[in-house]
């Protein structure tokens, strides 16, 4: 019993980092319609930015890597939006789909490059096997706990953005009628722009987490990119609290499939997955007003 | 002249919508625009609001709008309350007309105005713009476009799929708009309230101008021969 609320308990933490995964996916499906199939090999980018500026640096600390990563990814979103993919925009959805998928060939061509196909691994430091104790003899994991956290915040501050502002008030009605939205006053193709680089900013702080919490290398995107794709499907389009509860779900299929046995991680989770979209096509917690 | 359209033609790819359109608009008239179904008339406002792909001048105080985006094209006080209302589905009704507030300069207008112009809409400023009749959404449609601080404002058929007594309430509403000193400009089927509104009319006809005049010396026969008629015979 104990082994099981061991997997369960971290498997909630895991699937808390396939929910950041998911969230930048989501806010860019929810605002543009874009499918991004090169969102992994971002996140593998963010990963390797943060070794290089590290290793450039000598600073030891990856989180204090975010300070330079968070702006960097920001400016690279906006610009790959504004240059590469709002040309690619319009009523056929399958252009956009294709760049992206050229963009992850190229990011993870480049990745190889410069950095080999060697994994890699960010040194966290002390906090990675450093656990709280909770009773009963459970523990939890301190990093693993800190990835919840800063993922809860990260969605509640999108959120925030989303429905407190005037910003997120423009991406919302953006997302609702795109022409109309213009006609209002809003230089839609910039909104795209800043839409992307939030995404993005979710891709860095994903990056820095993924990359102390496993090893990673240049071809490690499109299985990230499955668990994002996955978490937004089971938590439905719309809401970026249920992109979040949808990769907590999945990080607990994948841990009760790890701990009937280990073959059956990968599984459970794609399980799982088939089975929401057979019942839920539409996610279990979708948007009201579709 | 507030708005001076000069020998304007529209294309959809390559679907000509206008032919050689003249029209004008003085600082605080009412003009209306009439014609069946497909003559260019809501062509004619998405062109003067940067949605349509156009050749020819359009001269809005003093300044060229040809070639302009959408989004630079509201905030020199030309705003559109687009054919369908085309609000925003997900959106309160207070956020549909903030959304209208988004890139204004000035501040004619505000929510408290708007509200006393529309009070039914105060009640409803918390729900979802899905969830109003269509008499109110046209409400927060126009509301919402007046929140840009419009010098001129465009009504692409305002009566379609509404009663008509709640028809005559919002010409009612539009006539205090225009004290205001806000320049109008609606596209309307409805021909009798399009006469009985504007000072001066415009018929078009497959693109073309037909017949313009003041709405009050036009004749019946004239606007008849205009609307159904051949063109050319007019």
Redesign the interface.
Known sequence: MKAFLDSILSGVLLGSLYGLFASGLSLVFGVMRLVNVAHGDFIVLAAFLALAFLHITGIASPFLMLVILIPLMFVLGYLLQRGVLNPALGPDILRPVLITFGLSVIVQNGLQQAFSADSQKLQGGRIETASIPLPDGLAIGTFPLLTLVVAVALIGLLQWILYRT?LG??L??T???L??????????PHLFGIAAGLAMVTVAVAGVFTGIRASFDASAGPAWLIFAFEAVIIGGLGSLWGTLAGGIILGIAQAIGAYLSPAWQMLAGHVVFLIALMFFPRGLFP???E | MLLEVSSLNAYYGDFQALFDVSLHAGKGEAVAIIGANGAGKSTLLNAISGNVKTRGAIQFNGEALAGLKPWNIVTRGVTLVPEGRRLFSSLSVEENLLMGAYARKGTDWTLTLVYELFPKLKERARQQVTQLSGGEQQMVAIGRALMSNPSLLMCDELSLGLAPVIVQDIYATLAKVRERGVTLIVVEQNVQQAMKFADRVYCFQEGHVTLEGEAAKLTADQVSAAYFGKRGAA
């Open positions: 005037k008030r423009a919302r009605a997302s609702d009628d022409s109309t939205a213009g006609l209002m006053g809003v230089n839609t948007r009201r007003s």
